[in-house]
Nanobody, 124 residues
Framework: QVQLVESGGGLVQAGGSLRLSCAAS????????VGWFRQAPGKEREFVAA????????AYKDSVKGRFTISRDNAKNTVFLQMNSLRPEDTAVYYC?????????????????WGQGTQVTVSS
């Protein structure tokens, strides 16, 4: 089983930036596609961004395109989400997820492993 740990969340002012990290416990993580999802209180978990195992393919939620960038360093078993120009609507718990396939996917039910989440709060 792959264990995932998110970090880097916090409180930031609108227009600011945060960089989230997702660290995996096993080297096999390098062959898995990884996604970032978020969930606000009372709302469904939603897709934010995803990346293929080799970083050759990425996908983003429309509202974060041009503001967020997903990347990975397979040698370090780590995936990142750089978030710029943050808005109050970005406030949520952010989760890292991995699937035992190399192709990125936007549906949370297609992912096999999940982290504990990290809180991102954007003030106005």
């Amino acid at each position: 089983q792959v264990q995932l740990v998110e970090s880097g969340g916090g409180l930031v002012q609108a227009g600011g930036s945060l960089r989230l990290s997702c660290a995996a416990s096993e080297r096999s993580f390098s062959s898995y596609a990884v996604g970032w999802f978020r969930q606000a209180p009372g709302k469904e978990r939603e897709f934010v961004a995803a990346i293929s195992w080799s970083s050759t393919d990425t996908a983003y939620k429309d509202s974060v395109k041009g503001r967020f960038t997903i990347s990975r360093d397979n040698a370090k078993n780590t995936v990142f989400l750089q978030m710029n120009s943050l808005r109050p609507e970005d406030t949520a718990v952010y989760y890292c997820a991995a699937r035992r396939y190399g192709i990125a996917h936007i549906s949370p039910d297609q992912y096999d492993y999940w982290g504990q989440g990290t809180q991102v709060t954007v003030s106005s």
